[in-house]
């Protein structure tokens, strides 16, 4: 038999994580030369402060300050330290020495992929980045290897647990947003300052790498139009499962023609209404799943856990196989191609449906007049739902008008929104949420 070559390597960072990264290596060793041909060695881990107490029981000497060292001797550098500095020098290091890159640095990814990429063709190795996006989910290998002989047309992910923990409690219990996320941050869904999980941030850095491997193209953050769930009220969930809805913060990235004939990609996020047949409204609690459709395969359906330590490090093991397998190989091979050249869309050439809420006078006439108005604008009405109000105290009338439409464009939707709350008869817009799956 012949005898198997070693693969050092390094692990930066021995977090939530690292620490299971490293137990998967050290425990799995056997198994994991068998699947790769190569003997996985740690050769060290790199942390902050080395005598710190770990989750996991791990050699003492394996743990160094020294990360820039380290890397310089890996033909594997895993990265689970997280942030940008210096996470960003250390990978630029390693792929510059010839190393294969495995990370879980969304927020590096979204800051700085792009130079990364470059550099890791430059370098002729692999970065690979599954973790980073929807945790222990294989989502991106097959969006890259196995979907690579089809055209994907659209993508809608629930990319990020933390908001959809806190939409799902709305629903589940009729709580409001405040009450859902003190909840969430009870249950250590979220962190104590919940800013890039509320306002969609962490959604729109996952949904720049979905639409650049997906199209073809690489797509910055600053192409995702990007809208958290901080607006989203508990009259706003109650309305949508009335009507048969479920709200999501959804990450979407789909070919489009715009107004002007032009093919793009709009790549969002935004909260969705969802109906409650549509496969990821059964994505309950921190849950995560991502929806494709491709031309070929049709649709399909990715489900599983977004975060966690022991799931994350599932994906980041596969990565380290998958590169490994590739140094044993030889060749650079392709991780991913760029070739789409689509430009991404603004949000004005989104087109879907929307769900409108109204607070209208009650009188006469009033119907009609909205409805003339959505129609001069080229917005067809699906659904339309009216509930009277009598105010106890002034004994005044209001109504509340629901409003499904068809798909139109965002540009001619907001042109409507806008003339609508310009019509006297409206005391207030409550809502305008996106509708998809419909
Ligand atoms: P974590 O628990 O905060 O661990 C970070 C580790 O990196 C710690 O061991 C820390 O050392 C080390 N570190 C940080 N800065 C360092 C520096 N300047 N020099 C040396 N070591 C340093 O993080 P995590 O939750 O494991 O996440 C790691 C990465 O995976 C992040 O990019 C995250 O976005 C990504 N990710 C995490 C999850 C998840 O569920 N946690 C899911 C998907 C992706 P000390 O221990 O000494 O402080």
């Known amino acids: 038999m012949t005898e198997l070559r070693t693969l050092k390597v390094a692990l930066l960072g021995c977090g939530n994580v690292g620490a299971q990264v490293a137990r998967i290596l050290i425990d799995d060793a056997g198994a994991l030369a068998a699947r790769t041909g190569a003997r996985l060695e740690l050769t060290g881990i790199a942390v902050r402060n080395v005598d710190a107490e770990?989750?996991?029981?791990?050699?003492?000497?394996?743990?160094?300050?020294?990360?820039?060292?380290?890397?310089?001797d890996a033909d594997v550098v895993i990265e689970l330290m997280g942030g940008i500095e210096p996470a960003r020098t250390l990978i630029l290091t390693a792929m510059r020495n010839g190393a294969c890159v495995v990370t879980?640095?969304?927020a590096l990814l979204a800051q700085d992929g792009p130079t990364l990429y470059e550099e890791a063709d430059k370098a002729g190795v692999q970065l690979s980045y599954e973790a980073a996006v929807a945790g222990a989910i294989p989502i991106l290998r097959p969006i890259r290897d196995s979907l690579s002989g089809d055209r994907i047309t659209r993508v809608l992910g629930i990319v990020n647990g933390t908001t959809n923990f806190i939409l799902d409690q709305m629903d589940s219990t009729g709580a409001q947003f405040a009450d859902a996320l003190a909840e969430a941050q009870r249950l250590g869904y979220a962190e104590a300052?919940?800013?890039?999980?509320?306002?969609?941030?962490?959604?729109?850095?996952?949904?720049?790498?979905?639409?650049?491997l997906s199209f073809h193209t690489r797509f910055a953050l600053e192409d995702v139009s990007c809208e958290g769930i901080t607006s989203v009220t508990a009259a706003d969930i109650a309305a949508a499962k009335e009507a048969g809805f479920v709200i999501k913060l959804l990450a979407i990235a789909e070919k489009l023609v715009d107004e002007n004939g032009?093919?793009?990609?709009?790549v969002r996020v935004h909260p969705t209404l969802l109906p409650r047949e549509h496969p990821l409204a059964a994505v309950r609690g921190?849950?995560?799943?991502?929806?494709?459709?491709?031309e070929n395969a049709g649709e399909l359906m990715f489900y599983g856990q977004?975060?966690?330590?022991?799931?994350?490090?599932?994906?980041?093991?596969?990565?380290?196989?998958?590169?490994a397998r590739r140094i044993v190989l030889g060749g650079?091979?392709?991780?991913?191609?760029?070739?789409?050249?689509?430009?991404?869309?603004?949000?004005?050439?989104?087109?879907?449906?929307?769900?409108?809420?109204?607070?209208?006078?009650?009188q006469p006439g009033v119907l009609a007049r909205i409805a003339q108005l959505f129609a001069e604008h080229g917005v067809s009405i699906e659904?339309?739902?009216?509930?009277?109000?009598?105010?106890?105290?002034?004994?005044?009338?209001?109504?509340?008008?629901?409003?499904?439409?068809?798909?139109?464009?965002?540009?001619?939707?907001?042109a409507t929104v806008e003339a609508v709350k310009a019509l006297d008869v409206i005391n207030s817009v409550t809502s305008v949420l996106r509708v998809e799956g419909v």
């Open 262 to 266: 032009k093919t793009g990609v709009s």
């Open 54 to 72: 770990r989750d996991v029981e791990l050699p003492q000497e394996l743990f160094t300050a020294d990360a820039e060292t380290l890397v310089k």
């Open 306 to 323: 977004g975060a966690g330590g022991t799931p994350t490090a599932s994906a980041v093991l596969g990565d380290l196989v998958s590169a």
């Open 286 to 294: 921190a849950f995560n799943a991502v929806f494709i459709e491709a």
């Open 332 to 362: 650079p091979g392709r991780t991913e191609t760029t070739t789409g050249h689509v430009p991404a869309l603004p949000i004005s050439a989104a087109v879907t449906s929307y769900y409108i809420g109204l607070d209208v006078a009650d």
């Open 193 to 212: 300052d919940p800013t890039a999980d509320v306002e969609g941030y962490d959604a729109a850095a996952k949904a720049a790498i979905l639409a650049s």
């Open 383 to 414: 659904i339309m739902r009216q509930t009277i109000h009598r105010d106890a105290d002034s004994n005044v009338e209001s109504a509340e008008l629901r409003i499904v439409t068809h798909r139109a464009r965002e540009s001619a939707l907001a």
């Open 104 to 106: 879980g640095n969304k």
